[in-house]
């Protein structure tokens, strides 16, 4: 590696020939490998700012479904901090079951920067839902881009409201998955018991669309960006069997639960649909744990920023990244570089 001081002592080096070895066993895109953060310290300069140039580090990013947006940013994300931080810090995109676990693991040093949904987030700072009583020390990068609820169900099965799940076969998603937060909330402002009130499976996408294109499934909740291809594999297959459901009426109920739940709108050619769906959005924020380096959040913030029309081509959701927005992370705290980032191209 270029970056490697040739001064180096004999233990520093061969701590970091080990670090190197782990990241050539892990791979440079996508890996199952932990996290493991090498700089810990924030460059400063001497007025105190921090810097927002790449310093020596390691990182793991957690994303989700190997079929949703989440796993394809995430790869798109560690490839560009690969290819853009003069090889100071080399990143890797692991696959795993999204939001809930992607924050218990951050905290475990599983992974050092994790994808979540912002009602999920909220939940881990706040010590609610799946984290009760334990409060999470997490700090967001940013708000990227909007997950769209994406409900949809067989045209034969009878269902044309959530409560019309009553009795009925319905996927709520990976276990500890941002998606099955939302289901669960959805089910229940519709009044029904998640638990008795119908058979709920917690399947991850890709087993979820294969559910329902052999009929074993009524429907399903999925929470994804536009366009989920799993999604647009399912409506161009199946496209006369299956129907997205309106769950605005919902809204309302969702709100008292979580303020950070808006309304929004799947356009007609997302899928190929004959008309609009609208539909519960939440934001994605890029989380970290409160220790992570203040300039390399900062230099990473500035590069997914800066570069955003790259990740657009890996995936189009990439487009809705914008400075001016993505400081609205409350409850959660802006990681002090990410601020700093955001700010200066926002020109605050």
Known sequence: MKSLHKSMNPLRKRRTVA?????????????????KQEAKESAKKADGSV???????????????????????????????NDNSGGKVKATAAETGASV?????????????AFSLADTAADAVNGKGAFEGQK???QSLGRIYANYTQVVVRKDAGIKSVADMKGKTISTGSPKSGTEVIATRLIEAAGLNIDSD????????????????????????????????ALTDLFTSKKDEVEFLDITP????????????????????????????????????????????????????????EKKSDLAKVHPAANEFDPKTATKTGPIELNAGSKQALEDLSGK
């Open 198 to 229: 119908l058979n709920a499976q917690r399947l991850d996408l890709g087993k979820t669309v294969d559910s329902m294109k052999d009929g074993s499934i009524d429907g399903f909740v999925w929470s994804g960006g536009l366009p989920t291809p």
């Open 51 to 81: 810097t927002c140039d790449f310093t020596q580090a390691q990182y793991t990013i957690a994303t989700g479904n190997s079929t949703g947006v989440y796993y394809v940013m995430g790869g798109g994300i560690a490839n560009l901090i």
């Open 136 to 138: 999470q020390d997490i």
């Open 250 to 305: 919902l809204l309302p109920k969702l709100k008292k639960v979580n303020d950070v739940y808006d309304q929004g709108t799947i356009p007609a050619d997302t899928y190929g649909l004959a008309s609009d769906v609208k539909t519960v959005v939440v934001p994605n924020v890029l989380v970290v744990r409160g220790d992570f380096a203040d300039n390399n959040a900062c230099a990473i913030t500035k590069l997914i920023m």
């Open 101 to 113: 676990q992607n924050i218990q693991q951050l905290g475990t040093k599983q992974f050092d920067i």
């Open 19 to 35: 670090a190197l070895a782990l990241v050539a066993a892990c791979g440079l895109t996508l890996s199952a490998c932990g996290g």
